[in-house]
């Protein structure tokens, strides 16, 4: 071989060298080592989505990389779980994910595209927060006994909104028609922004909602409050009446909660690390405010805890589910 060849193989091997080390380099540096998508299984202005964001900017700045949010309302969370399914598992596709999609729609759907169980792997539990029921202005209910007295007046019973079949919302108004042995219809919407400007236009009377969206339209005057998901009066609403209190149930005293998952598959280390961030921002006092003012109170927990919570509520969903035959 002449002094020519030797030296171009020698380039060659110097270049591949060079390559395989940039290559080792970048497998070896620790998760995330570009920008991260949330996803959002609600439309903006809603609270999830508001809790959503308020995580994406405290977990950024812990994780040294930016943060986007990817709004995928529609089908309560199926648009949006689909996605998730259709991305790698590494960990640069997470979604946050309400109790309806984890332990409420699996039962509504008899054909359901995704499986609570095995497409997902949890992160974290974000948040909790009441849910409220409330009754527009123009529907004459004051008071929770009112809504019988509305709908035995009214022919087809009372009209209730929701942020879509199979939602929390749908699931606990249409049990509070059952108690009070009363007609409902179910008129869902997508997102709880667009079931909201129907309520305050009287086109529906009563829905469940969220503390968030449902603290300042209350102050207001725009709704009429009527009842609150808890089994204790919230510090945040003590003019409101529990549903225990109202009905003697302990089954509709749930609170709704926010969990972050990703893909199932997704390394532990990466779900290990997006879990350290959120113990940090947890321990912020800037965090929690700006929770607080939404009404969701920040919680800390494991992967783990995204199941107790799951098997928790699917243990009272289902069976309610079953006895108000919603099941299609």
């Not at 007609?183 to 129907?198: K, Q, R, Y």
């Not at 609170?255 to 199932?264: D, M, S």
Request: hydrophobic letters at 45%; glycine letters at 8%.
């Amino acid at each position: 071989m002449n002094l020519r060849r030797l030296v171009a193989a020698a380039k060659l091997l110097t270049s591949a060298l060079a390559l395989g080390a940039i290559s080792l380099h970048a497998q070896a540096q620790p998760y995330p080592t570009r920008f991260i998508q949330l996803i959002a299984q609600q439309p903006p202005g809603s609270q999830s989505e508001a809790i959503s964001r308020v995580w994406a900017e405290c977990a950024s700045r812990e994780l040294g990389q930016p943060i986007v949010i990817l709004n995928k309302p529609g089908a309560n969370g199926v648009l949006a779980t689909n996605f998730l399914k259709s991305q790698p598992a590494d960990g640069y596709n997470i979604m946050t994910v309400g109790m309806s999609q984890m332990t409420i729609t699996p039962y509504i759907y008899k054909q359901l595209p995704y499986s609570p169980q095995k497409d997902f792997d949890g992160i974290t539990v974000l948040s909790t927060s009441p849910l409220l029921l409330v009754a527009s202005v123009q529907s004459g209910i004051k008071q929770y006994a009112d809504i019988a007295t509305v709908a035995k007046k009214a022919n087809g019973g009372i009209d209730f909104g929701s942020p879509g079949k199979g939602s929390p919302a749908h699931l606990l108004t249409a049990a509070v028609a059952q108690q009070l042995k009363v007609d409902g219809t179910h008129v869902p919407f997508v997102g709880e922004g667009a079931a909201v400007t129907a309520l305050m236009g009287g086109q529906i009377q009563i829905m469940t909602i969220t503390s968030g969206t449902a603290a300042p339209l209350i102050k207001d005057g725009r709704m009429i409050p009527l009842a609150i998901y808890t089994e204790t009066r919230d510090k945040a609403f003590p003019q409101i009446p529990t549903i225990l209190e109202l009905t003697g149930s302990k089954e509709m005293a749930l609170p709704g909660w926010l969990a972050l998952v990703a893909k199932a598959g997704t390394p532990p280390a990466v779900l290990t690390r997006l879990g350290e961030a959120t113990a940090k921002c947890v321990d912020s006092d800037a965090y929690k405010a700006r929770l607080e003012a939404i009404n969701a109170i920040p919680t800390k927990s494991s992967p783990a805890d995204v199941k107790v919570w799951t098997d928790r509520y699917t243990a009272v969903f289902r069976p309610l589910i079953e006895k108000l035959n919603l099941a299609e």
